[in-house]
């Protein structure tokens, strides 16, 4: 009996043990619930699954190309994980994988960003076409890729003609953050702007902090990867 590993045949044990951790994570997803035994290495990818799908997006072209041009390159991964820290503490969601929510108590803001006044107005009509073509708003991919249009201003039409988040240039100025907790707060001042008294800095940073760890963390285990299958073919002569 192999421990940690998913309750089932003993061949079939031995199979999924053999597999790497990027394609037990995948099956372990699709599988029944009550079939899971999740080892707490696999339960700790689940949960910042959605994360670090974000974190690499952000760190990508794609969102140059979705935002037009208007984010004129990649965010550096600080920059990232400021963002993403802000998003948690916009959204309540600690994993990313409740976004379309509505601000609790007074209901002004929805979306992962929390999109207030003419922007919750923009949001609220791509939310509906989203919904009207069957998609899902609370997909991760879906806000990623609003979140971008909407500061190229895509949706500015939707907005009364005020431009909803472009003008403020806070993705197109040199990239000054040398830590997440820098990123998390100028990026809560120049993007996000929550009203007086809601800023939370201290929590943006925490978030933005662990995202960082978190991927630092995952850096560190591809590079020792990489030099254990470098080294691994035989002795050096």
């Not at 994360?51 to 794609?62: D, F, G, M, P, V």
């Not at 190309?65 to 963002?83: K, N, V, Y």
Request: charged content about 20%; glycine content about 8%.
């Amino acid at each position: 009996r192999a421990s940690g590993c998913c309750k089932s045949s003993e061949a079939e044990v031995s199979r999924r043990c053999l597999l790497t951790q990027k394609t037990l994570i995948e099956f372990i997803i699709t599988m029944p619930e009550q079939q899971m035994q999740i080892p707490p290495e696999i339960a700790q990818h689940l949960q910042y699954k959605n994360i670090l799908q974000a974190h690499r997006y952000l760190t990508s072209t794609q969102v140059v190309r979705d935002s037009g041009g208007a984010i004129p390159r990649p965010l550096s991964s600080e920059m990232a994980s400021g963002l993403l820290g802000s998003m948690i503490v916009e959204s309540g969601s600690a994993d990313l994988s409740q976004l379309d929510v509505v601000e609790r108590g007074s209901g002004a803001g929805r979306g992962a960003l929390q999109y207030t006044g003419w922007r919750r107005q923009a949001y609220d009509a791509a939310r509906q076409r989203q919904l009207e073509v069957g998609g899902n708003p609370n997909e991760l991919a879906w806000q990623l890729l609003y979140m971008a249009q909407e500061y190229a201003g895509y949706h500015d039409q939707n907005g009364n003609g005020n431009s909803l988040s472009g003008f403020t240039r806070a993705f197109e100025q040199p990239d000054r953050a040398i830590t997440p907790e820098d990123a998390s707060f100028m990026l809560t001042r120049d993007y996000l702007r929550p009203a007086t008294g809601s800023e939370h800095y201290d929590r943006r940073a925490t978030e933005a902090r662990r995202v960082q760890d978190f991927i630092d963390q995952q850096k560190s285990i591809r590079q020792q990867e990489q030099s254990s299958n470098l080294f691994s073919g035989g002795d050096l002569i």
